[in-house]
């Protein structure tokens, strides 16, 4: 595909970007007032890398997500701290045209409720075309060809796709129009907001493989938002898990499921039976996680679940600790042995 050259793209074409997401505070208005759903999130995502966002419902994914792309809509608002890009800057402070620039080219995504966001009254291919003229890509021919391809590569009927509208394709055919719009002009950020939810779990364990192995072949950073840490366990290399607006362990994906640090990781993996390997050796997480109006505001957030719960955790926001190549935001981590995953 040819894209004209743009002067507001400063880095390489095929250069995979860091994301440095520096005391982001962002808030929502509420009947109580304006309620932080993201609370001083702190989070490098190193280039190169598939990054999953991991939590329960509620926990901040999706605000983290659509912060990348400066995209909080109102009654959101990003309060404080930075989102810098490898070759765009802060981008909570881009507006207007640049920012939509920025999107598409750069930084390609797919949002949750992606299934639903096609104009219903064009083909997809006519909204490709639209994508393409909007972003100045030169040759459009050249630019149906590889959206053909990426729907045939997702076991679609790639040319019938393009030509079909909104209600003639499937939810989980949808799901994979969104993908092919995330990545179809070679944005080297991806950013996918529960990219599979809608496909049964064979097209979904195919449809990871396919993000992977794109992921690899254009040299891309990739952050994957996801409930389902079995999903996150199949595709992503790090790991970053959120409760109540925080980012309360992060590293490879590896050692975070393996040997979880904080107390929530812990109690996330010992819910899930596959993981787990015996079901009867699956517990649910007590308690539920907080909403805006009852995430504590000092002390930990988690400690009213905690089996760890210490004095020290009511009142002390818990300090990052490293462990190893990774980080834990808990008072207990690191000065106790942890408990083991069936434990
Ligand atoms: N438009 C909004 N107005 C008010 N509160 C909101 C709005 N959008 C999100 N929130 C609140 O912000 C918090 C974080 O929501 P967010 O959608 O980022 O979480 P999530 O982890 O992505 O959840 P899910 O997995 O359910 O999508 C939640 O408490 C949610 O209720």
């Not at 969104?178 to 991806?190: D, P, Q, R, W, Y």
């Not at 840490?229 to 590293?251: C, F, K, P, Q, S």
Request: charged share 20%; net charge neutral; aromatic share 2%.
């Amino acid at each position: 595909m040819t894209i004209d050259p743009d002067p507001a793209a400063a880095p390489g074409p095929h250069a995979a970007p860091g994301v440095r997401v520096r005391d982001l505070t962002v808030v929502y208005r509420t009947p109580l007032g304006e309620l932080p759903a993201l609370h001083g999130v702190s989070l490098a995502i190193e280039p190169g890398t598939i990054t999953g966002l991991v939590g329960e419902s509620g926990s901040g994914k999706s605000t983290l997500a659509l912060s990348l792309l400066n995209a909080v809509q109102p009654p959101g608002r990003i309060a404080a701290g930075q989102v810098e890009i490898d070759g765009l800057g802060d981008v909570t402070r881009l507006g207007g045209e640049e920012l939509r620039r920025a999107r598409g080219r750069h930084l390609g995504y797919v949002f949750q409720a992606a299934q639903n966001s096609l104009n219903p009254l064009k083909t997809v291919g006519k909204q490709l075309l639209d994508l393409g003229r909007s972003h100045g890509v030169a040759d459009p021919a050249a630019l149906v060809h590889d959206a053909r391809l990426l729907l045939d590569r997702m076991g679609l009927p790639g040319a019938r796709v393009l030509d079909s509208c909104q209600h003639e394709l499937s939810g989980g055919m949808r799901q994979r129009v969104g993908i092919m719009f995330a990545l179809v002009l070679n944005a080297h950020l991806v950013i996918l907001d529960e990219p599979t939810t809608a496909l049964d779990m064979i097209t979904q364990a195919a449809i990871l493989r396919i993000i992977r192995e794109i992921h690899k072949e254009r040299g891309l950073t990739t952050l994957i938002v996801t409930h389902d840490i079995g999903v996150a366990a199949e595709v992503t290399d790090r790991l970053a898990v959120m409760y109540g607006g925080r980012v309360v362990e992060h590293g490879p994906t590896t050692e975070v499921l393996g040997d979880p640090g904080h107390p929530y990781t812990q109690g996330l993996i010992r819910a899930i039976p596959r993981l787990s390997g015996d079901i009867d050796a699956a517990r649910a997480l007590p308690g539920r996680p907080p909403t805006l109006g009852t995430v504590p505001v000092d002390g930990c957030v988690f400690r009213e679940r905690c089996p760890r719960r210490m004095d020290v955790c009511e009142t002390g926001e818990p300090p990052v600790a490293w462990l190893g190549d990774r980080t834990v935001a808990c008072h207990a981590a690191g000065a106790a042995p942890r408990e083991k995953e069936h434990a």
